[in-house]
């Protein structure tokens, strides 16, 4: 009983674990073994002021230094549309666009960012003004549920400037030629967000349309 | 996530100079990696040395031909480069075919090397794990390890190193340049970069306390047909089982490095001297001191295939 209530735990931590994603971004100024046998100060919270500006309004907070960028919006501004799915990188429901760029806003810290400029899906359009990839998803029911939307519409638009600018895919045949919109491209691309009432299909005619193109 | 004091670092000496000063901090870059870990408490830096200011963010021809990357190029960046994908196209192929759009737009080219392994029990606090907490031991050994490496292993650990970004340096023969808390710099070959767990699986890397990753630094290009052939359980968005990089050049000479298989980026230059042999030597030779488990034996198997196909693609 014990034994499979322990194998049930390992197995689901394994999925967990394997599934944790990322092609990674520290650098660590210690060996491991060095890190571990350093005293480590048992720190009380600290305190930090960061200046971002989001959806073209400046918001000055004051935070702990552990608060990620995710939960600055959700928690400190009440920008709820950005949605915390795993909160490891792994689903892509909490993305925004920082400077232009997709990113995943829960693997970054909030204090990382003074002065820069972010987009969230509450600046992309309006109830009575959808943004064009908004009313594409509208249009072609890319979406169930709903939860992981604002991270595929924020994804989509980034996803779509990559394009334009001329990045390669794992997909793309010619790593030297322009890449040019396509089905397949669309799903090597957004492989980064998941959606779990599986509307794909639909998520690839969305963008297609949105992007202008019939590919 | 355990508190810890954050600062933004104006220069690279002014960051290792912080580090010397704070035992115990972190460079953080992307944070893809380190965030994550933070988030587990299986890293509690208590203090956070922010290096992405640091213009360690451009792309340079060197004198001699070659490329030197900033370590603050971002994954997406590097692949996007006309340079790398017209004479590097290794690197670019293999940086592509790793994490998502989102993460290779925050993760960088000196946390790539450095990112930590993804075995499952490194992550669970709950079981031991000699990398984690040093002496505990290993329980991937006896546990799930169809992901874990098969070369290079340890009765400590038998983690597999998870870049694909690795791989293809290695097989370029890359270099990185790092700065010291003392203001010395150094040139690290990235075969000696990594290091094979024995008994001391917590150490990663021949990084000294405090020393900074400033740039990775390519040779002039090789040459030849670049391939690199990963195999995952999903089409896209999934570390490798095994991944196969290989340069071939027209007089049928080349390069094969392995991924997923190992602690550290794998290359055996005496394996590729079997390369007019075929695959299957090469596999051989490369695998001849391969241990594997009951769960990860076929990855031996797989190598051949996948170093086939992948030396197929580059003759063709």
């Known amino acids: ?215 | 996530m355990k508190p810890f004091t954050y600062e933004r670092a104006g220069s690279p000496q002014a960051a290792v100079a912080s580090a010397a000063a704070h035992p115990g901090a972190r460079f953080i870059a992307g944070g893809t990696n380190l965030l994550d870990l933070m988030k587990l408490e299986i890293e509690t830096p208590a203090h956070l040395i922010d290096v992405n200011g640091l213009g360690l963010d451009q792309i340079e021809g060197t004198a001699d031909g070659g490329l030197r990357i900033g370590a603050l190029v971002r994954n997406s960046d590097l692949a996007a480069d006309a340079r790398v994908r017209r004479d590097y196209a290794l690197l670019a192929r293999a940086l592509l075919s790793g994490a998502s759009g989102q993460l290779r737009n925050r993760a960088t080219t000196a946390g790539n090397l450095l990112q930590r392994t993804r075995c499952p029990y490194f992550y669970d606090s709950d079981l031991p794990c000699n990398k984690r907490l040093p002496g505990s031991g290993c329980a991937a050994l006896g546990g799930y390890s169809r992901q874990h490496a098969i070369l290079g292993v340890s009765e400590a650990c038998i983690a597999a190193h998870p870049s694909d970004m690795a791989v293809a340096l290695r097989a370029l023969d890359a270099v990185v340049e790092t700065l010291r808390p003392d203001g010395s710099t150094r040139s690290l070959a990235l075969a000696d970069f990594h290091r094979l767990p024995g008994e001391t699986p917590q150490v990663e890397h021949a990084l000294e306390p405090g020393e900074l990753i400033v740039a990775v630094t390519l040779p002039p290009p090789p040459g030849g047909r670049h391939v690199y052939r990963k195999v995952r359980d999903r089409a896209s968005y999934a570390f490798a089982l095994v991944a196969v990089a290989v340069i071939v050049q027209p007089d049928g000479r080349g390069r094969v490095a392995l991924g997923g298989v190992a602690p550290k980026p794998w290359r055996l230059e005496a394996a590729e001297a079997e390369l007019p042999r075929g695959a299957s030597a090469v596999a051989t030779a490369l695998l001849a001191e391969a241990r594997t488990t009951r769960e990860n034996a076929y990855k031996t198997l797989l190598v051949e295939r996948t170093l086939a196909a992948a030396l197929a693609e580059a003759r063709s």
Request: glycine share 8%.
């Open chain 1, 1 to 215: 009983m014990d034994d499979c209530l322990h194998l049930k735990i390992t197995r689901r931590r394994l999925l967990i674990a394997s599934a944790v994603s990322a092609s990674a971004a520290a650098l660590p100024s210690l060996s491991g073994a060095a890190s571990r046998d350093a005293p480590q100060t048992a720190a009380a919270p600290v305190q930090q002021r960061v200046r971002l500006r989001i959806n073209g309004e400046v918001h000055s907070l004051e935070l702990d230094t552990r608060t990620t960028l995710l939960d600055a919006l959700r928690e400190h501004l009440q920008l709820t549309g950005t949605k915390k799915g795993c909160d490891h990188g792994q689903c892509g429901a909490c993305t925004v666009l920082l400077d232009g760029r997709r990113i995943n806003a829960c693997l970054t810290l909030a204090v990382m960012h003074e002065g820069a400029e972010l987009t969230t899906i509450e600046g992309l359009g309006t109830p009575g003004r959808l943004h064009p990839m908004q009313a594409a998803f509208v249009k072609h029911d890319a979406f169930q549920c709903g939860y992981c939307t604002p991270g595929q519409i924020c994804s989509a638009l980034g996803m779509l400037d990559e394009l334009r600018a001329g990045q390669p895919s794992h997909v793309s045949a010619d790593l030297e030629a322009a890449p040019t919109l396509s089905a397949d491209e669309i799903r090597e691309r957004m492989s980064g967000n998941l959606c779990r009432c599986g509307a794909y299909s639909n998520l690839v005619e969305a963008i297609t349309e949105a992007a202008g193109s019939r590919a």
